[in-house]
């Protein structure tokens, strides 16, 4: 799966001709903030969800849903690495007698 961040550079950044620099200064962050986003080290905020939408007309609900489901991609492919076992109140209650 795709990081969002890669189609945030696509349809908000090239699409419109800018520079990561100039977009940064645009959405009011700082460059190393969005050159972040837009290169899969780091997630779509809230607040960035809610940058992009005032700045490029995209649904912030939009992208907190890309990042979303992203987050969970990625999770699962490591959660069979996750060991645990179901939680039960009957075993809580069995201990503490």
């Known amino acids: 799966m795709m990081h969002p961040g890669v189609e945030v550079r696509r349809t908000c950044v090239t699409a419109n001709g800018l520079s990561v620099t100039q977009a940064a200064q645009i959405l009011g962050v700082d460059r190393r ?19 992009l939408e005032k700045v490029f007309g995209t649904s912030a609900k939009g992208w ?15 959660a069979s690495k996750i060991t645990l076992e179901p939680f039960s109140a009957a075993d809580t209650e069995e201990k503490g007698k």
Do not use: K, P
């Not at 997630?43 to 969800?49: D, Q, T």
């Not at 907190?64 to 490591?78: C, G, K, P, S």
């Open 33 to 51: 903030t969005l050159s972040n986003l837009l290169n899969g080290r780091s997630g779509i905020s809230a607040e960035m969800a809610v940058r």
């Open 64 to 78: 907190m849903q890309r990042q979303l489901e992203y987050d969970y991609a990625q999770v699962m492919l490591r």
